[in-house]
């Protein structure tokens, strides 16, 4: 986490507790979490992991309880109304999963897109060619005039990413986007991510559960109990046959206490449960379940 100067989103120590009658419910329990300008990143984890409630922090629509999350230079949890309405409008844009959720019924594919411009002031000009100009992007040049119940799911999803770019952001939030899709219309609208990752710079935060991100984005990054546990890092190589391939690297992230969340997979295979042995080596660790591990000069464990 040395880099946080240079990530466009920075959260450290992240905490968010919830009241529910009697009870405290802890969602998020320390996460940090570093993304830079221009990434394509997913987050993943199982329900209740805190996955939402992260991107409801970042997307200003929920406050942290402790710790420190920063967008684009802008400390949330600090900002008042009105500043949290300029932050929403112009630096986020968010993706649904309903459908319904994203786009007003009764306009159609060009008036939803205009909406956020006239909302920020943009002039009528202006709004026409962004607006042309981020629907022929998604492919819908020939829908403008469409409302919602005439389009697929897929294109429904496809103006509403239009629309989280119509004004701009630097970040565009995308709270499980495919959730109501199929694998090839999920695949389409990854695509479109993707393409306006690339062509606008936009950095991507996408929550999501379906496995076809693992084509689509730079970076996988597990949360587990409120925490990030795993990253997974990708990139194309050229094989020895001279074939082109993707590689992918799992790693454990290390918190800013030295704290870290093992594999399950790895958890699980070795039996590792309560309390393991760490070995300092001279390059590395190694990590033993209870009761095994090396042994010292003295016959007993190092």
Wanted: contains cysteine.
């Amino acid at each position: 986490m040395e880099r946080h100067a240079e990530a466009l989103i920075h959260c450290q120590g992240l905490v968010k507790i919830y009241k529910v009658a009697n009870l405290e419910v802890v969602a998020l329990q320390g996460l940090d979490l570093n993304v830079e300008a221009g990434e394509f990143v997913a987050i993943v984890g199982a329900s209740g992991s805190g996955k939402s409630t992260l991107m409801n922090i970042l997307g200003g629509l929920d406050v942290p309880s402790a710790g420190r999350a920063v967008v684009a230079a802008h400390v949330l949890g600090e900002m008042g109304a009105r500043e949290l309405t300029e932050y929403r409008r112009r630096v986020i844009g968010f993706v649904r999963q309903q459908t319904t959720r994203n786009l007003l019924p009764y306009l159609s594919a060009q008036e939803n897109v205009e909406l956020p411009m006239v909302l920020d002031g943009v002039g009528g000009r202006e709004r026409r060619t962004r607006t042309a100009e981020m629907l022929a992007m998604m492919g819908l040049e020939d829908h403008v005039r469409n409302r919602p119940h005439e389009l697929s799911g897929g294109e429904q999803q496809r103006v509403a990413i239009a629309v989280a770019l119509a004004n701009r952001p630097a970040v565009l939030l995308a709270d499980e986007p495919t959730g109501e899709l199929d694998s090839v219309t999920a695949r389409d609208v990854f695509d479109m991510l993707r393409l306006a990752n690339e062509q606008l710079g936009v950095t991507i935060v996408v929550v999501t559960h379906d496995p076809l991100v693992n084509d689509q984005v730079q970076r996988t990054i597990a949360i587990r109990d409120g925490r990030t546990s795993t990253e997974t890092l990708r990139r194309r190589a050229v094989s020895d046959d001279g074939e082109h391939e993707l590689i992918a690297e799992e790693y454990a992230v290390l918190d800013r206490v030295g704290r870290l969340q093992l594999p399950r997979a790895a958890v699980e295979a070795l039996g590792l449960e309560r309390r393991v042995r760490v070995v300092l080596e001279k390059d590395h660790i190694t990590i033993w379940p209870d009761g095994r591990g090396p042994v010292d000069k003295a016959g007993g464990h190092d």
